[in-house]
Each structure stands twice: as C-alpha cells, then as structure tokens.
C-alpha cells in the first residue's frame, strides 16, 4: 500500500507526526506500506518549518511546493496545480489529508479528480459557522471522503447526518493529543521564561489570529485591554500569531501586564499551556490539548467545532462579550473551574488505529503499478 500524506500549515504537522511514527512501526512489523510526504508549503517560514520537524521528528517531505503566497483562491489553485504533478508521476493508493486549512481542501479535490481515494484525518467537525474559511474546506472535504478518521462522538454524528455510511466513519481519537503524549516528557521552557520571571500557575497564555478578532484594529484594541485589566497583575504571554503581529504593528501599543513574544516551537508552546494559570485563545487546537493538561481555557469565539472540549473539557465560549470574558478569568484565579474529563479515544493510540483501518482497507485492494 502507498500512501500520499499531506500537510500545509503548523497544525497539520502536530496532526501527521504521530501518524508517520505509527506507519514506521507498521513497516518495522512486516507491514508493505510506504508512505510519501508532501508539504504545500501553505504556511512556510524556515525557522519554524525546521525546529516543528526536527523536534516532532518528522522526516524530510519529498517536495515543498512552497505555495505560501496570494490569496486563500490562488493559494488552493497553485496547490492543486503542483499536487497533480506530483500525483502524475507518484501515483499511491490514497491520499491523506489532515484538518480544514487550504492544503486539505485542495489536495482532496485533485486526488479525486485523478481517480485516488482520499482520508480524511479530523473529519466531521462543525462549526455552523459559515463565515470560517475552514467550515467550507470541511464541508467540501467530506462530501468527497472515502474514509472519515473522527475525533469525537460530535463528529460521528454530524456525518451521520450528512447521509455518511457507517461503515465509512472511523471513531479513531485525536492525533494532537497522541503527539502531545509523545513529546510531554521533552518540552522545556522559552527562552524569556527567566527575562519575564515566569512561574507555573502564575501566568496567563494568551493566542488570537482569528480574523473577526484581529482584522479590525480597535476590537483588538479593545480586547487586550480588557483581558489585561482582567487578568489581575497576573502576567500575560503572547506568542503572537504573523497575522496578528501585521495588525500589532500599526497599534503601537503598550499594556503593562501583557508581554507580546515570537511564535514558540512545538516543546517550548506545550511548556506555556501545560503550565499556565489559565488560557486564553481563539484557536481549536489548544483547546483540545488545554483540556487534556487540564488547564482552564476560554475562547473567544461564539462557536466552536470542538464541543467535547466544552461538554466534557476545561473549555468555556465568550465571543466578543467582555463582561463574560472577566467573570471567567475572575474564576480562574479564584481556582473555580468546571469539572472535566478526558474525551474517549483521547489516548495516545488513534495514530495506530489509523494506520491499522489503512492496512486493513487498502492491503486488501490491487496496488497502483506507476512507480511511486
């Protein structure tokens, strides 16, 4: 069996590492599958592309089209140019797309085009929230899946809903969190940890780069203001996300208590959530591995495709509402916070599941005869 994996953007490495690690495994058992990885190139900056592989210990990708340019159309178009030349002459058995950004629509639309199946790694996740780019590479990605790899029972049932068969769906777990157990025992401190005399639990974290929260200056404005006079002497840090930094850049602005560092690697990221008194952020990733470290996380959004990080993780939705948003960070350095638990399959062995499903469906079908 030959497998074509894709990956564009920092989540996507998180995602694919821990499925590389389960297909070498399978290749050191006796397994005939072999795997080719491709990198779009979708967000690419050498310094982070290098420490992210290195310390997730992915291997070399076989081609980076480094399609980092123009916007979010031309981006997937250029991405679907190069992935058809690639396909052309490294033809596998499926391709493996992980997430919603624009490397995952674009590279599901050509394989199917092109006659190859396609997997799809976080299928099912939703929003209702039609405004968010990565609803529509969602939607448009899994009504042309041929095997749906789920997180939750959420998903499963958003694509039961969507006339999915059942047999198609594979309630799988998180790869996020078999890479966060993977590499807990190797995250270290930043390099300011010391500078700012940081301290477990006596801090918060803060991340946004979601367009609704950052494109307008005077909302941002608004919003960093708010949760540094919330925050309560406590210190915040910022690893702040390029789009954000662009908007930051014309604010010039100075908040006592809130400390705006560069993007973080991988050990030195988990490191800050892992010992945070608290997170705030509008991303979905964090969310999933705050729920697992058992931190207390509030997102500003109004939706969420992840709702097990709040029915049953440390997860809380405020929006835009700035009174919810203190009352929350009020409870937070009170110690009051929700019971959680850790969402099923969340167990460090969904890469393996994967991978086990893959051999069992594809093992079993005639392999492509171009050279891959």
Same mark, same amino acid.
Not at 37 to 45: A, F
Not at 121 to 130: K, P, W, Y
Not at 211 to 226: F, Q
């Given at each position: 069996?030959?497998?074509?994996?894709?990956?564009?953007?920092?989540?996507?490495?998180?995602?694919?590492?821990?499925?590389?690690?389960?297909?070498?495994?399978?290749?050191?058992?006796?397994?005939?599958?072999?795997?080719?990885?491709?990198?779009?190139?979708?967000?690419?900056?050498?310094?982070?592309?290098?420490?992210?592989?290195?310390?997730?210990?992915?291997?070399?990708?076989?081609?980076?089209?480094?399609?980092?340019?123009?916007?979010?159309?031309?981006?997937?178009?250029?991405?679907?140019?190069?992935?058809?030349?690639?396909?052309?002459?490294?033809?596998?058995?499926?391709?493996? *797309? $992980?997430?919603? /950004?624009?490397?995952?629509?674009?590279?599901?639309?050509?394989?199917? +085009?092109?006659? !190859? =199946?396609?997997?799809?790694?976080?299928?099912?996740?939703?929003?209702?929230?039609?405004?968010?780019?990565?609803?529509?590479?969602?939607?448009?990605?899994?009504?042309?899946?041929?095997?749906?790899?789920?997180?939750?029972?959420?998903?499963?049932?958003?694509?039961?809903?969507?006339?999915?068969?059942?047999?198609?769906?594979?309630?799988?777990?998180?790869?996020?969190?078999?890479?966060?157990?993977?590499?807990?025992?190797?995250?270290?401190?930043?390099?300011?940890?010391?500078?700012?005399?940081?301290?477990?639990?006596?801090?918060?974290?803060?991340?946004?780069?979601?367009?609704?929260?950052?494109?307008?200056?005077?909302?941002?404005?608004?919003?960093?203001?708010?949760?540094?006079?919330?925050?309560?002497?406590?210190? *915040? $840090?910022?690893? /702040?996300?390029?789009?954000?930094?662009?908007?930051?850049?014309?604010? +010039?602005?100075? !908040? =006592?208590?809130?400390?705006?560092?560069?993007?973080?690697?991988?050990?030195?990221?988990?490191?800050?959530?892992?010992?945070?008194?608290?997170?705030?952020?509008?991303?979905?990733?964090?969310?999933?591995?705050?729920?697992?470290?058992?931190?207390?996380?509030?997102?500003?959004?109004?939706?969420?495709?992840?709702?097990?990080?709040?029915?049953?993780?440390?997860?809380?939705?405020?929006?835009?509402?700035?009174?919810?948003?203190?009352?929350?960070?009020?409870?937070?350095?009170?110690?009051?916070?929700?019971?959680?638990?850790?969402?099923?399959?969340?167990?460090?062995?969904?890469?393996?599941?994967?991978?086990?499903?893959?051999?069992?469906?594809?093992?079993?079908?005639?392999?492509?005869?171009?050279?891959?």
């Amino acid at each position: 069996m030959k497998i074509t994996i894709v990956a564009g953007a920092r989540p996507n490495f998180i995602k694919i590492a821990p499925i590389i690690k389960a297909i070498e495994q399978a290749q050191l058992d006796g397994c005939t599958i072999k795997f080719r990885l491709v990198h779009t190139g979708q967000h690419y900056d050498h310094q982070m592309s290098t420490d992210f592989f290195t310390q997730l210990g992915i291997p070399e990708p076989n081609i980076n089209f480094e399609c980092n340019f123009g916007t979010p159309i031309e981006q997937t178009a250029a991405i679907m140019v190069n992935f058809e030349k690639d396909l052309l002459e490294h033809r596998p058995d499926i391709v493996l *797309v $992980v997430g919603d /950004v624009n490397s995952t629509i674009a590279c599901a639309i050509t394989a199917k +085009k092109m006659g !190859i =199946d396609v997997a799809h790694v976080e299928a099912g996740i939703r929003s209702g929230d039609m405004s968010m780019p990565e609803e529509i590479n969602r939607i448009v990605t899994d009504s042309i899946t041929d095997v749906y790899f789920t997180t939750s029972s959420f998903a499963n049932n958003n694509l039961v809903n969507q006339k999915i068969p059942s047999d198609k769906i594979k309630y799988v777990g998180n790869t996020m969190i078999d890479t966060l157990y993977q590499h807990l025992d190797k995250i270290l401190p930043p390099t300011f940890w010391s500078s700012l005399g940081l301290s477990q639990k006596k801090y918060f974290l803060l991340t946004l780069h979601r367009p609704i929260n950052v494109d307008n200056p005077d909302k941002l404005l608004g919003l960093l203001n708010a949760i540094g006079k919330s925050a309560e002497g406590y210190t *915040v $840090v910022f690893p /702040v996300h390029p789009r954000t930094n662009k908007i930051l850049q014309s604010l +010039k602005l100075k !908040i =006592d208590n809130i400390y705006f560092v560069p993007p973080q690697g991988y050990h030195e990221f988990i490191y800050l959530i892992k010992n945070a008194k608290g997170i705030i952020t509008d991303s979905g990733g964090i969310t999933e591995e705050a729920t697992v470290l058992g931190v207390p996380c509030i997102t500003m959004r109004n939706t969420t495709e992840r709702p097990e990080t709040v029915f049953f993780g440390t997860n809380e939705l405020v929006g835009d509402d700035i009174e919810k948003l203190d009352i929350y960070m009020q409870n937070i350095i009170e110690g009051i916070w929700k019971k959680t638990q850790i969402p099923k399959y969340w167990d460090g062995k969904s890469s393996e599941r994967i991978v086990s499903d893959l051999i069992s469906i594809y093992n079993k079908k005639p392999s492509v005869e171009k050279v891959y």
